[in-house]
């Protein structure tokens, strides 16, 4: 069924006691229980009780709308605390937002649980709903059923008419820039996993990277009249500016050693790697966007206006293809250059 009360943010301050303890939950315990009513975005004209929700979108603005499914044990790790867990499946989408400039206005969860725990789900949807109200999102539908853990969220966000951010738009001459740092998160798996060993700061911060993405929206925004082309990084930075570079047919070099990377990381992992992390890792969720040398300027206060760091890390040339140099210059091969579903 529609799960309708996701179609309200979770207020904890007004939730009422579960009328069913001692007992089973059932599905419209969890909605009456967990999901409470509470304010609704003016644009949302009808949310609850019918089979679909009526939003009336601003008129100068066109709609970016992007999907995501995340799977147990593919995406997260099913004994992943559930406030992680819902703050990585909405943070996720946030970045699609943001790699598009876009204002994310409102989201639709499915759920697909092995049980209803209350305990669970409490912990859930106090962070979700957190993350909610800290991008100014309205979730406005979505749906539940029983089976393995697993969760598709559709956001959508606005633009101004034809401002929206693309893939296609890089030219050659462009700076290439980076948010925040890459590798993290792919060396906090790589810790989990067993098959590196960082020392317990380092390990933190990586698995902080792992499980709390934090979504670009801000940057993506103030990039609007700044930027040509931008992607974020979830499958490998090789991987995501390859889409850049196809869809722009164009190519590109960047350099090691100007990737901004967790310091003392290249000293606890391998050089492969660690090289493999930085470049192909994914799961970063940064901002990559090019733009011409003579706005390094207008970036850099749009970076400072976002409260984000950026570094430049390369260049857009005529041709076809990526290169990766070191720092003396030479080519630096990959095995992979990033996270592929069905490999």
């Known amino acids: 069924m529609l799960l309708c009360a996701l179609l309200r943010r979770f207020d904890i301050s007004r939730r009422q006691p579960c009328p069913t303890k001692g007992k089973t939950m059932n599905e419209f315990d969890f909605i009456r229980t967990y999901l409470a009513a509470a304010e609704r975005d003016r644009s949302v004209l009808l949310g609850i009780g019918d089979?679909?929700?009526?939003?009336?979108?601003?008129?100068?603005?066109?709609?970016?709308?992007?999907?995501?499914?995340?799977?147990?044990?593919?995406?997260?790790?099913?004994?992943?605390?559930?406030?992680?867990?819902?703050?990585?499946?909405?943070?996720?989408?946030?970045s699609?937002?943001?790699?598009m400039g876009a204002?994310?206005?409102w989201v639709l969860l499915s759920?697909?649980?092995?049980?209803?725990?209350?305990?669970?789900?409490?912990?859930?949807?106090?962070?979700?709903?957190?993350?909610?109200?800290?991008?100014?999102?309205?979730?406005?539908?979505?749906?539940?059923?029983?089976?393995?853990?697993?969760?598709?969220?559709?956001?959508?966000?606005?633009?101004?008419?034809?401002?929206?951010?693309?893939?296609?738009?890089?030219?050659?001459?462009?700076?290439?820039?980076?948010?925040?740092?890459?590798?993290?998160?792919?060396?906090?798996?790589?810790?989990?996993?067993?098959n590196a060993a960082l020392p317990p700061a380092l390990a933190d911060d990586c698995r902080q990277a792992l499980l709390h993405p934090i979504p670009r929206v801000r940057l993506g925004q103030a990039l609007l009249d700044t930027a040509h082309a931008a992607q974020d990084v979830s499958d490998g930075l090789a991987q995501d500016l390859g889409h850049i570079l196809q869809a722009s047919s164009l190519a590109a070099e960047?350099?090691?050693?100007?990737?901004?990377?967790?310091?003392?990381?290249?000293?606890?992992?391998?050089?492969?790697?660690w090289r493999q992390c930085v470049l192909a890792g994914g799961d970063d969720y940064e901002l990559l966007f090019t733009a011409a040398p003579e706005r390094r300027g207008a970036v850099e206060r749009a970076a400072a206006d976002a409260?984000?760091?950026?570094?430049?890390?390369?260049?857009?040339?005529?041709?076809?293809?990526?290169?990766?140099?070191?720092?003396?210059?030479?080519?630096?091969?990959?095995?992979?250059?990033?996270?592929?579903?069905?490999?």
């Open 51 to 94: 089979d679909a929700a009526i939003v009336r979108p601003d008129t100068d603005r066109d709609l970016c709308i992007s999907s995501d499914m995340l799977l147990a044990e593919r995406h997260f790790f099913a004994n992943d605390a559930p406030q992680d867990v819902a703050h990585k499946i909405l943070a996720v989408n946030l």
């Open 96 to 99: 699609d937002m943001a790699a």
């Open 111 to 194: 759920a697909a649980l092995p049980e209803l725990d209350g305990k669970w789900l409490d912990a859930f949807c106090r962070r979700f709903f957190a993350v909610c109200r800290e991008y100014g999102v309205s979730l406005i539908g979505g749906d539940t059923t029983k089976g393995g853990l697993a969760f598709n969220i559709t956001i959508i966000g606005d633009v101004p008419k034809g401002k929206g951010l693309r893939r296609s738009g890089a030219r050659a001459g462009d700076d290439i820039w980076l948010s925040g740092r890459v590798g993290s998160a792919a060396a906090g798996l790589q810790h989990i996993l067993g």
């Open 103 to 105: 204002v994310p206005r």
């Open 307 to 343: 409260g984000t760091p950026v570094s430049r890390i390369g260049r857009i040339r005529k041709g076809r293809g990526l290169t990766v140099l070191d720092g003396g210059g030479c080519p630096v091969p990959l095995a992979v250059s990033g996270f592929d579903h069905f490999a």
């Open 254 to 273: 960047i350099r090691l050693e100007c990737l901004p990377v967790l310091p003392g990381l290249a000293e606890h992992l391998t050089q492969p790697m």
